[in-house]
């Protein structure tokens, strides 16, 4: 009986040896890039959770500078961020606040150069936008209608259209383009939703210009019922 189990035990362990010679490598290989990639995952996590950690200081650094007005070390932290955390919401947010900082200190130029930096570095579609917006604006004041123009021309996420077209509408406005900033003032109009409270300020600017847009939507409503 013990020869047996003996023959059983032996034959199985061959078994088991032919399987090994023939798929070992490929199990280890595969186990080793399963550990692997888990151990690269966890690293990227903490690597990711350190660098928003750091970040956040580095902005709670440009947030305290800025309620100072301690311009050098407001302009050193943000040159921090810009080094090392470009892609962060952090940097982002910072460049926005130095931004701000440096036009009520009378510096556009440096205001201007923080948004551009912005606009082109966010890792947030969102934030490159509304940096080309606060861009346009600082470049309006500078009375560079072209060049604020170009920054609010291309691509800009949905959410922004509405308020790009009327911006640009501004700006034709004070080129005296009226007709070209009636279209833009129209288009600003109808990509804003009823309830927004912006749209009512456009409303206004459309009137001014001799359109009544409320009153368009009215009747264009009125004449899709009668054709139904």
Known sequence: MANHLDLEEQEQLDQLKHFWNNWGTLISCVL???????????GYQYWQSSQATKAAALFDAVD????????ERLERAFGDLKAGYAGTPQAAQAGFT???????????????????????????????ALARLRLASVLTEQKKYDEALAQLSGSLPAAF??????????ILMLQDKRTEALAQYTKAY??????????????????????????????AAKTAEAAK
């Open 32 to 42: 080793i890039v399963v550990c692997g990639s888990l151990a690269a995952w966890n």
């Open 161 to 170: 259209e509405g308020v790009a077209a009327d911006h640009r509408g501004d």
């Open 64 to 71: 305290v500078a800025s309620r100072a007005k301690d311009q």
């Open 98 to 128: 130095v931004a701000r900082n440096l036009m009520e200190a009378g510096k556009p130029d440096g205001a201007r150069e923080a948004l551009a930096w912005v606009a082109e570095h966010a890792g947030d579609d969102g934030f490159k």
């Open 190 to 219: 109808k990509a804003m939703n009823e309830d927004v409270e912006y749209r009512r300020l456009v409303e206004v600017k459309l009137n001014t210009l001799g359109a009544n847009p409320a009153a368009e939507t009215l009747a």
